[in-house]
């Protein structure tokens, strides 16, 4: 058996195993959005954008009510209660003509890289912001004074502080003036977390066994743990990044990529004779969610709760082998992560080289630990004073033995054929006076998704279409004071609320909904945060059916009405708002509709009645069914009749236009017509006489050649059946029946043949009598996501509740002349 299937297969076990546990049932690991909004459907949304693109940095001040935004040769300041409003400040900071032209000779990208890309912007203190930019391959960094928001006369070094590449991985953090930065740096550098500014310069162990290999980093935090810490302890910022692993003795995990998390300590001062100027405290462990070697971490976000030691982190991974493809959200508590820290160490092994698993004597104090009191009791007062057995160990085991394993050992969300690319998190206190997350998580294409953690799952509230145009979510940061979600991407920057209660239009819907910042009130849905009584309100997060008056909502829509003749069939469509409900029909009032009943097709759109019956006559209710929850969607009335209506067969006889008689008009009249009339006819005559001319006077420029070379670029329409691959060589095969536009050339006519007028269109139905099939074009089912299921032609067998129309459709085209056609249209349709 060859390496690359045997990879395959222990991928697939890897799968099996740990994203696929028993603990949970599989729908819950590819959930379903409740709702699909699409971007037209969008309301109360503020836009920011100027002749600038890459709006990836944001940084707000919610006391201060400004959103700085960081964009390529750009730096704004927005008004975060509505960053539309035109009043904002900017500071262009583009590249000189010489420092463009000197990106150019080094063979830079002219489309992307040799512009100023703005990936640092920070506050330094109570006046300045600090910024640090890509500067065309040459970073620059600079202090901007906060009122009056101009750029200053001079810049900073960025060479150690700031990226060349605007597209590498980078994170940094100003804390108590020092600069906390990580990134590959120099041109072609290794990848480095470095502390500059005017705190003691410190930077990683460059060593033949690096402590970071090939590294891509992706966010940082600051876990403030010398707070009420009774050991003692200092503060420590955490880093979350990919790194490669090379491991000859693995066949099939040779330069795999791996997620892991490091940590260094603010008051690290490096060693004294060994590790000068670099870390002391520097550890890292490998960060597992669900395929360990094929997960990439895309984004990290810190939930902090008031203290340290309850803070949580949530990661947003693609896990990617060969074809597939999905995306994972996983939670870790820094309890776990410390643990683990905590636990024992990896050495290196030359001979095999492979990282194993350290069981010697490990030195005191233990290495890698922050100074704490017990550490000074023993005239250890800083890093410096450290032993050198301890810095030599710190050099040589910076990997730990265990990985750091998500809360509850999985995934609590998993997504297919989705890349998330950003997540950000806000807890919110419900109705029940619980605690929940609330997950905004950015994918690849302009979507967000909008989740809420109950208990060990995640229900997906909605999905929204923020962009219209395709594009990556590149930031998303959360305004809990303007209730506001701010999304960074490309294009520009959007504003959109955190709650949108107005959304949910009936107190069914609103509890269905799961939304924490939503309750039904008794007249509307609002939010639960600004509402005066919160004691009237409604919401069920547990269960998400309980509150509402009845299990069956009867406040349905007006009655549509449809006339079929009998053998005919009819399409009673049924719009569901919800993805994760059902259709259940209803006939008569009371009676449940008879799947079974072979003229019944039941879809996710609509009911189609085939060959209609007399007895089939009569009152159809679909009702949407969720959650045990009942909500009548649509009402029809159907009529099915035995002949066509007389009346009607004269009313489709075609109009006959009769000149008017002298018994009509007046002889004055009469005259005026006749002369009319002539004078029409004449014309016509000379119009006509003079394209004719026109036309043989370019053919006899033209001759023959011209005649025989014009084509003219048709699409040709084919109808491919299922045995058609058997027929044809040189088609491609096809699953299933289908139709398929196939562009290229009309056949060439003859020169001696004219090309026949084509037929008159038929006169369009009333809509009563289309039979419903006029809207087939337009059912496309939203389903799990952005997908959509759509009705085709399809040879096989399927399910009955959720089949194809091929036999609806062949009937519904040989009967459509058969159509019922009515003078008058029911007073109660619509």
Same mark, same amino acid.
């Given at each position: 058996?060859d390496?690359?299937l045997?990879g395959?297969?222990?991928?697939?076990?890897a799968?099996?195993?740990?994203?696929?546990?028993?603990k949970?049932s599989?729908v819950n690991?590819?959930?379903?959005?409740?709702i699909t909004?699409?971007n037209?459907?969008?309301? @109360?949304?503020?836009?920011f954008?100027?002749? $600038?693109k =890459?709006y990836s940095?944001l940084l707000?001040?919610d006391d201060?009510g400004?959103?700085? $935004?960081?964009?390529?040769?750009?730096?704004f300041s927005?008004n975060?209660?509505?960053i539309?409003q035109r009043?904002?400040k900017d500071?262009?900071?583009e590249?000189?003509?010489?420092?463009?032209n000197?990106?150019?000779?080094?063979?830079?990208?002219n489309?992307?890289?040799?512009?100023?890309h703005?990936?640092l912007?920070?506050r330094?203190?109570e006046t300045?912001l600090?910024?640090?930019?890509t500067n065309?391959?040459?970073?620059k960094?600079?202090f901007?004074d906060?009122?009056?928001f101009v750029?200053?006369?001079?810049?900073e070094e960025?060479?150690?502080?700031?990226p060349?590449?605007p597209a590498?991985?980078?994170?940094?953090l100003i804390i108590?003036?020092?600069?906390y930065?990580? #990134?590959r740096?120099?041109?072609?550098s290794?990848?480095?977390i470095r502390?500059?500014?005017?705190?003691r310069?410190l930077?990683t162990?460059e060593s033949?066994?690096?402590w970071?290999?090939?590294?891509?980093?992706?966010? %940082?935090?600051?876990?403030?743990?010398s707070? *009420?810490?009774?050991?003692?302890d200092d503060?420590?910022?955490?880093?979350f990044f990919?790194e490669r692993v090379i491991?000859e003795?693995?066949?099939f995990?040779?330069k795999t990529?791996v997620?892991?998390v490091a940590?260094?300590?603010?008051?690290d001062?490096?060693?004294?004779?060994?590790l000068q100027?670099?870390?002391?405290?520097?550890?890292?462990a490998?960060l597992?969610?669900s395929?360990?070697?094929?997960?990439?971490?895309?984004?990290?976000?810190?939930?902090?709760?008031?203290?340290?030691? #309850?803070?949580?982190f949530?990661?947003?991974f693609?896990?990617q082998w060969?074809?597939?493809?999905?995306?994972?959200?996983c939670?870790?508590s820094i309890s776990d992560?410390q643990k683990?820290?905590?636990g024992?160490y990896?050495e290196?092994?030359?001979?095999? !080289?492979k990282?194993?698993?350290? +069981?010697?004597?490990v030195?005191?104090?233990r290495?890698?630990?922050c100074?704490?009191d017990?550490f000074?009791?023993?005239g250890? +007062?800083s890093?410096?004073?450290l032993? *050198?057995?301890?810095l030599d160990?710190v050099k040589?085991?910076?990997?730990?033995?265990?990985?750091v394993?998500?809360?509850?050992?999985?995934?609590?969300?998993m997504?297919k054929?989705?890349?998330?690319?950003?997540i950000a998190?806000?807890r919110?206190?419900a109705?029940?006076?619980?605690?929940?997350?609330?997950?905004?998580?950015?994918?690849?294409?302009g979507?967000?998704?909008?989740?809420?953690?109950?208990?060990?799952?995640v229900?997906?509230?909605e999905?929204?279409?923020v962009?219209?145009e395709?594009?990556?979510?590149?930031?998303?940061?959360?305004s809990k004071k303007?209730?506001? /979600?701010?999304v960074?991407?490309p294009?520009g920057?959007l504003?959109?609320?955190?709650?949108?209660c107005?959304?949910?239009?009936s107190c069914?819907?609103?509890? /269905?909904?799961r939304?924490?910042?939503?309750g039904w009130d008794?007249?509307?849905c609002?939010?639960?945060?600004?509402?005066?009584?919160?004691v009237?309100? #409604?919401?069920?997060?547990q269960?998400?059916i309980g509150?509402?008056?009845?299990s069956?909502?009867?406040?349905?829509?007006v009655?549509?009405?449809?006339t079929?003749l009998?053998?005919?069939d009819?399409?009673l469509?049924?719009?569901?708002?919800?993805?994760?409900?059902?259709?259940?029909?209803?006939v008569?009032?009371?009676?449940?509709l008879d799947?079974s009943?072979v003229h019944? !097709?039941v879809?996710?759109?609509g009911l189609?009645?085939?060959d209609t019956?007399?007895e089939h006559?009569?009152e159809?209710s679909?009702y949407?069914?969720?959650?045990g929850?009942?909500a009548?969607?649509?009402?029809y009335t159907l009529?099915v009749?035995?002949? /066509?209506?007389?009346e009607? /067969?004269y %009313?489709?006889?075609?109009p006959?236009?009769?000149?008017?008689t002298?018994?009509?008009?007046?002889? =004055?009249?009469?005259?005026f017509?006749y002369?009319s009339i002539i004078?029409?006819?004449g014309g016509?005559c000379?119009v006509l006489?003079?394209?004719l001319?026109? $036309?043989?006077?370019?053919?006899?420029?033209?001759?023959k050649?011209?005649?025989?070379?014009?084509r003219?670029?048709?699409v040709?329409?084919h109808?491919v059946?299922?045995?058609?691959k058997?027929?044809?060589? @040189?088609?491609n095969?096809?699953?299933d029946?289908?139709?398929?536009?196939?562009?290229?050339?009309?056949?060439t006519?003859?020169?001696?043949k004219?090309t026949?007028?084509?037929?008159?269109p038929p006169?369009?139905?009333p809509?009563?009598?289309?039979?419903?099939i006029s809207?087939?074009?337009?059912m496309l089912?939203?389903?799990?996501?952005n997908s959509?299921?759509l009705?085709r032609? =399809?040879e096989?067998?399927?399910?009955p509740l959720y089949n194809?129309?091929?036999?609806?459709?062949?009937k519904?085209?040989?009967k459509r002349k058969?159509?019922?056609?009515?003078?008058k249209?029911?007073?109660s349709? $619509?």
């Amino acid at each position: 058996m060859d390496q690359p299937l045997i990879g395959c297969l222990l991928a697939l076990c890897a799968i099996t195993a740990t994203g696929y546990s028993s603990k949970r049932s599989p729908v819950n690991l590819d959930a379903t959005p409740r709702i699909t909004v699409p971007n037209n459907e969008l309301s @109360d949304v503020r836009q920011f954008s100027a002749n $600038v693109k =890459n709006y990836s940095t944001l940084l707000l001040e919610d006391d201060k009510g400004i959103l700085y $935004v960081g964009a390529r040769g750009a730096i704004f300041s927005l008004n975060s209660s509505d960053i539309s409003q035109r009043s904002q400040k900017d500071i262009h900071w583009e590249v000189t003509s010489e420092e463009h032209n000197e990106c150019l000779k080094k063979g830079r990208n002219n489309q992307t890289e040799c512009f100023n890309h703005i990936r640092l912007l920070q506050r330094f203190n109570e006046t300045h912001l600090y910024a640090c930019g890509t500067n065309a391959f040459s970073p620059k960094c600079c202090f901007i004074d906060g009122k009056t928001f101009v750029l200053p006369a001079q810049f900073e070094e960025g060479k150690e502080k700031c990226p060349y590449d605007p597209a590498t991985g980078y994170t940094g953090l100003i804390i108590d003036g020092g600069l906390y930065t990580a #990134t590959r740096y120099e041109f072609r550098s290794l990848p480095d977390i470095r502390r500059n500014l005017y705190q003691r310069t410190l930077k990683t162990e460059e060593s033949p066994l690096h402590w970071l290999n090939d590294a891509e980093f992706v966010s %940082s935090a600051l876990i403030p743990e010398s707070l *009420n810490a009774e050991v003692g302890d200092d503060d420590k910022i955490y880093y979350f990044f990919n790194e490669r692993v090379i491991e000859e003795s693995s066949s099939f995990l040779d330069k795999t990529q791996v997620a892991s998390v490091a940590r260094v300590c603010k008051s690290d001062m490096g060693g004294k004779k060994i590790l000068q100027k670099k870390w002391t405290s520097f550890l890292k462990a490998r960060l597992v969610c669900s395929m360990p070697y094929y997960e990439t971490l895309k984004s990290a976000y810190t939930l902090e709760l008031g203290s340290w030691d #309850t803070a949580i982190f949530y990661g947003a991974f693609i896990l990617q082998w060969r074809n597939m493809e999905a995306s994972a959200i996983c939670q870790y508590s820094i309890s776990d992560i410390q643990k683990v820290f905590d636990g024992p160490y990896m050495e290196y092994q030359d001979s095999s !080289r492979k990282w194993s698993r350290y +069981n010697g004597d490990v030195p005191k104090p233990r290495p890698g630990s922050c100074i704490t009191d017990e550490f000074r009791s023993n005239g250890y +007062n800083s890093s410096q004073d450290l032993p *050198n057995n301890v810095l030599d160990f710190v050099k040589l085991h910076p990997l730990m033995y265990e990985k750091v394993k998500p809360v509850g050992e999985q995934p609590i969300l998993m997504k297919k054929n989705i890349i998330y690319t950003r997540i950000a998190v806000d807890r919110v206190t419900a109705l029940d006076n619980k605690q929940y997350d609330v997950l905004f998580i950015g994918t690849g294409d302009g979507w967000i998704h909008k989740a809420v953690v109950i208990n060990s799952g995640v229900h997906i509230i909605e999905e929204i279409q923020v962009f219209k145009e395709r594009q990556p979510v590149e930031n998303l940061v959360i305004s809990k004071k303007q209730n506001s /979600l701010y999304v960074g991407a490309p294009s520009g920057v959007l504003q959109i609320p955190l709650s949108s209660c107005d959304r949910y239009t009936s107190c069914y819907d609103c509890v /269905l909904a799961r939304n924490p910042y939503c309750g039904w009130d008794g007249d509307a849905c609002s939010d639960v945060l600004t509402s005066e009584d919160r004691v009237r309100m #409604t919401q069920d997060m547990q269960s998400g059916i309980g509150g509402c008056l009845n299990s069956t909502d009867e406040g349905a829509s007006v009655t549509k009405s449809r006339t079929v003749l009998k053998g005919d069939d009819v399409l009673l469509q049924c719009d569901l708002k919800s993805n994760l409900a059902r259709p259940k029909w209803v006939v008569n009032s009371s009676y449940p509709l008879d799947e079974s009943d072979v003229h019944f !097709r039941v879809g996710n759109d609509g009911l189609l009645i085939m060959d209609t019956l007399l007895e089939h006559g009569g009152e159809y209710s679909c009702y949407s069914e969720e959650n045990g929850l009942r909500a009548a969607v649509a009402l029809y009335t159907l009529n099915v009749l035995l002949e /066509l209506p007389k009346e009607k /067969l004269y %009313s489709e006889s075609t109009p006959v236009i009769q000149l008017p008689t002298a018994a009509s008009l007046s002889s =004055n009249k009469l005259e005026f017509v006749y002369i009319s009339i002539i004078t029409i006819l004449g014309g016509l005559c000379v119009v006509l006489s003079v394209v004719l001319l026109y $036309v043989s006077f370019q053919q006899k420029r033209k001759g023959k050649y011209a005649m025989s070379n014009s084509r003219s670029t048709n699409v040709e329409l084919h109808t491919v059946s299922s045995n058609f691959k058997d027929k044809a060589d @040189d088609i491609n095969n096809y699953s299933d029946g289908c139709l398929q536009i196939i562009p290229g050339e009309a056949p060439t006519m003859s020169p001696s043949k004219e090309t026949p007028p084509p037929p008159p269109p038929p006169p369009p139905l009333p809509s009563e009598f289309t039979n419903g099939i006029s809207t087939l074009p337009n059912m496309l089912r939203k389903m799990n996501g952005n997908s959509y299921m759509l009705l085709r032609q =399809n040879e096989e067998a399927s399910s009955p509740l959720y089949n194809s129309f091929t036999e609806e459709l062949s009937k519904i085209l040989e009967k459509r002349k058969h159509t019922v056609l009515v003078d008058k249209l029911d007073e109660s349709s $619509v």
